[in-house]
């Protein structure tokens, strides 16, 4: 339920309605804003007489949320979620947030190399998997804690926001550490477990859609992960599981314009896993930020045919480079920047 508040309320008018509500049983979140004075009531509330609430003199309106992902919902956040790292801003009208590097963290030369072009071609995140959930036993898993420093160490020198996919509870030390963005990969979208844990954190999170999950069953995932206290989300839609064989996954552009409506949370696209295909990427990238995403997370590697792992889909630094600029052009057409 969500009660907006009368202007004019003082601040112990409004001390006290919280603690009314309290004693209840409810959970009190508020999601006031400079001009709007509003209350969320999460917990069970059909038992609670909106008719009760409006007698009180400093309550304005209350309305129910019929959605169940409350605090994700944008009727429970009517202001676009704005998640900062280092000073960058990610979501709202902000300038989009670009993600570029290899799938997975080989050397750490290669690293930097590759960390010092995606940010001299306009990108401010480098991407890359020190541990690798991989369908076969068999392909490279990635290189654990060595590669976790690898991403720190070139962080540090070249400026750079790293970004790495987090696979249980127990690396959060190491990753608070070590790394700027988590990121919850699609095989553990639903790990609650894991969600409850990163909710615990302050840590930005990157949390990848299941590539046979509902809009809502990924909605719920952040729930999981706001409800248990860390607001710094970013869903990433890195396509789902259809019938189609010509690409890795089917991406849905209208999941941005949807995710807008629904969440006040920024989105982030993953054309590279999305397709599976090199030569598609800058096209989904392009029309996705069109559609209004917040930003992209690419894989570029600078010989992707040798690449440890995901070659097919990852492209040259000259791709990248000609695909940022037109990724700017765009940008600047619907009045954002990179």
Not at 59 to 82: G, Y
Not at 211 to 225: D, G
């Amino acid at each position: 339920m969500i009660i907006q508040l009368k202007k004019e309320t003082k601040p112990q008018e409004i001390k006290d309605f919280i603690k009314y509500l309290e004693n209840k049983g409810y959970q009190i979140k508020d999601a006031s804003s400079q001009d709007l004075t509003l209350l969320g009531v999460i917990g069970d509330t059909s038992k609670l007489d909106i008719g009760n609430i409006l007698s009180f003199s400093i309550v304005e309106e209350a309305h129910r949320i019929a959605t169940p992902f409350k605090q994700v919902s944008r009727s429970f956040h009517p202001l676009d979620t704005v998640v900062e790292v280092k000073g960058i801003k990610i979501g709202g009208n902000n300038p989009l947030f670009i993600i570029g590097g290899p799938c997975s963290v080989e050397t750490c030369d290669l690293l930097k190399e590759t960390a010092i072009f995606v940010k001299e071609s306009g990108a401010k995140g480098l991407r890359g998997g020190a541990y690798k959930p991989r369908t076969s036993p068999y392909a490279f898993q990635g290189l654990g804690t060595i590669g976790v420093e690898y991403l720190n160490t070139v962080s540090n020198e070249v400026g750079i926001i790293t970004v790495s996919e987090i696979m249980s509870s127990d690396k959060i030390p190491e990753f608070e550490k070590n790394i700027d963005i988590f990121q919850v990969g699609a095989r553990n979208m639903q790990n609650y477990e894991l969600l409850k844990a990163l909710g615990k954190t302050k840590a930005p999170i990157l949390l990848k859609r299941g590539f046979s999950n509902t809009i809502e069953e990924w909605l719920m995932s952040a729930e999981y992960i706001i409800a248990s206290g860390n607001p710094n989300v970013i869903l990433c839609e890195r396509g789902i599981r259809t019938f189609e064989t010509y690409t890795r996954n089917t991406l849905d552009i209208s999941v941005i314009p949807l995710i807008k409506k629904l969440t006040h949370l920024p989105i982030i696209i993953d054309p590279s896993h999305a397709t599976g295909k090199r030569d598609l990427v800058e096209a989904v990238s392009l029309a996705s930020i069109a559609a209004g995403c917040d930003g992209l997370i690419i894989e570029v590697h600078p010989h992707p045919e040798v690449a440890y792992s995901d070659g097919a889909q990852t492209i040259n630094y000259d791709s990248f480079k000609t695909l940022m600029k037109k990724a700017t052009k765009i940008a600047k057409v619907i009045g954002r920047g990179v």
